[in-house]
């Protein structure tokens, strides 16, 4: 945003979110404020002796609260009026306003979020001087107004700190580090800690990419610019990247802070993340092949075993994946890539194959020819989905597989056709098992040999696995055996488990029986096969372990 917007900009943005005045024609609303500003910038100057720049700046930058006054005043408004002005300081004369609510929407803080910051019991000025005292300090210097509240929300305390304390530290910077006022401001704005603690490692990372590398030739010199070039240099930092030690990385691929916008930046890690990758080597890697930043890893479509040949993979290899993981084969879009990596268990091999130099591979690929890998299956399955009553329940569904690594293939229809849930329900029961500890590729795995697990609400396969791994066995168990996850725990796996770890107690049973012997046996099986350990087993099951449920009829 511009230093100091106009008044007519301000209203533009924000006028057509405000609701109507209770006596105010909407015809007549801009000019209502305008005087109504007017108003308070007057009594904040006048009656408590704010200087007149700052009253102003507070008057230009609360249309919430000017909006909430002119309600409260309840004054009506006329072109041939020339007394509105008037009329809100005679109302304000005796309905003083809360300063510090004007004070923090006009600093930059939404209204809706003003009330978190507002200090007890406080209401003028008068009552805590130092927070309007910094914030003189910092706009004599060159900050925006509208943008203090950055460095509120961030860092609070450095509100507490005197004017001149604010000052010299906000000139030392200038004068021991070379940097010129708005490259002060940008760094201060996305790095408000500076304001507080010496952090001399960033501070020096800095110097050498603004003076040493020559940064500072391509940043036009405003504010805005140098902000938006500290928060981008920021979110390396965030990602984990060290202090000290990104002047040179940085300073030598400096157009990327220039070239591209921080939703790019954050949007290319994201996906590259998405390998399983930690942000710290996506970060870096993003450094040292910046051309990565220039590829549309989005729309693309892919074949995904042409993909896996044009990175290096053998024939043999290649046979050997679609015989272990064939639900990844088909077309795909490259948003897809990373799961369709995991789904195969191929995404380390596949990040280091673009961190050692082949990162340029991502970004030449193509289909040979637009029918290269398409499945005649899928697509008859597809058409048939389109001309469904339910086509986008079962597209977004299948967007849910695609998402995942499953590729268009006549696999994938299968498991769609058993996969109940919405998209979004879908997702949360697949994420709950990735935090619940099973790996990716197996859980992919999963869904193929047995897709109605995917029923279960979250909370119920939480209470599953915790239960298998804390008393049968591990997590391996579910790769072989999915169905584990659609039995009742409280009816059935409870009361089966227990059952033969009593049995092994009393020593009537010796051997160990699997977990899928002891669950997926229907009853009547399952009871001749307890009856051949002991033939009092069935009636200790009947009686003392054999939960039932609830009648409907009670």
Not at 86 to 115: A, D, K, Q, T
Not at 500 to 525: D, P
Request: hydrophobic content about 40%.
């Amino acid at each position: 945003m511009p230093i100091h917007e106009s008044v007519s900009t301000i209203f533009s943005r924000h006028l057509s979110s405000l609701p109507k005045f209770p006596r105010i024609s909407s015809k007549y609303k801009q000019q209502a404020i305008k005087q109504a500003q007017q108003a308070v910038t007057d009594y904040l100057h006048q009656t408590k002796s704010i200087p007149f720049t700052y009253a102003d700046y507070i008057s230009r930058y609360s249309l919430y609260n000017l909006f909430n006054l002119i309600s409260s005043a309840d004054v009506p408004y006329k072109t041939s009026e020339s007394n509105f002005s008037s009329s809100i300081i005679r109302f304000l004369r005796y309905h003083p306003i809360n300063e510090f609510e004007f004070f923090f929407e006009s600093i930059g803080i939404h209204y809706s979020e003003v009330s978190k910051f507002l200090p007890a019991n406080k209401f003028f000025f008068s009552d805590d001087r130092n927070v309007l005292n910094a914030a003189q300090a910092l706009s004599d210097f060159g900050f925006p107004w509208n943008m203090l509240g950055r460095l509120y929300k961030e860092e609070v305390s450095i509100f507490s700190k005197s004017y001149e304390d604010i000052t010299s530290r906000l000139f030392g910077f200038r004068n021991d580090y070379g940097f010129g006022t708005f490259t002060v401001i940008g760094v201060c704005l996305s790095f408000p800690h500076v304001l507080l603690v010496e952090d001399d490692e960033l501070l020096d990372d800095l110097k050498r990419v603004f003076l040493d590398f020559d940064l500072v030739c391509y940043a036009d010199e405003n504010v805005d610019s140098w902000y938006e070039i500290c928060k981008k240099i920021r979110l390396f930092y965030d990602w984990g990247c060290e202090k000290g030690k990104l002047g040179d990385l940085v300073g030598e691929n400096k157009r990327i802070f220039v070239d591209h916008s921080e939703g790019v930046l954050a949007q290319k890690v994201d996906y590259l993340c998405r390998f399983g990758v930690r942000k710290v080597d996506v970060a870096l890697l993003l450094l040292k092949c910046p051309e990565i930043l220039s590829f549309d890893l989005e729309t693309q479509v892919i074949s995904v075993e042409g993909f896996l040949r044009h990175f290096g993979l053998s024939a043999k290899e290649m046979k050997l994946i679609s015989e272990k993981y064939p639900y990844i084969l088909g077309r795909n879009k490259m948003a897809n890539l990373p799961h369709v990596m995991r789904a195969a268990n191929l995404q380390d091999w596949f990040f280091d194959k673009i961190k050692n130099g082949n990162h340029q591979l991502l970004g030449n690929y193509a289909l040979s020819n637009p029918a290269e890998d398409f499945n005649q299956e899928f697509g008859d399955g597809l058409e048939k989905i389109k001309s469904s009553r339910r086509c986008l329940h079962t597209m977004n569904k299948l967007a849910f597989l695609h998402g995942i690594g499953y590729g268009e293939n006549a696999l994938t229809m299968k498991v769609l056709s058993r996969l109940h849930g919405s998209s979004s329900k879908l997702q949360g029961r697949f994420d709950c098992l990735l935090y619940c500890g099973i790996e990716f590729w197996k859980l992919c795995r999963m869904i193929r040999l047995n897709p109605k697990f995917m029923s279960q609400d979250p909370e119920i396969i939480e209470q599953k696995v915790y239960f298998l791994c804390h008393n049968l066995a591990s997590l391996d168990v579910l790769d072989m055996f999915p169905s584990f996850l659609c039995y009742d725990l409280e009816y059935r796996i409870k009361p089966r488990c227990r059952f033969h770890m009593w049995l092994t107690e009393k020593g009537v049973s010796t051997k160990n029986y699997s977990i899928v012997s002891m669950v997926a046996l229907g009853e009547k099986t399952f009871i001749t096969r307890i009856y051949g350990i002991h033939p009092a087993a069935p009636k200790q099951w009947l009686e003392c372990f054999l939960c039932k449920r609830p009648s409907n009829n009670c």
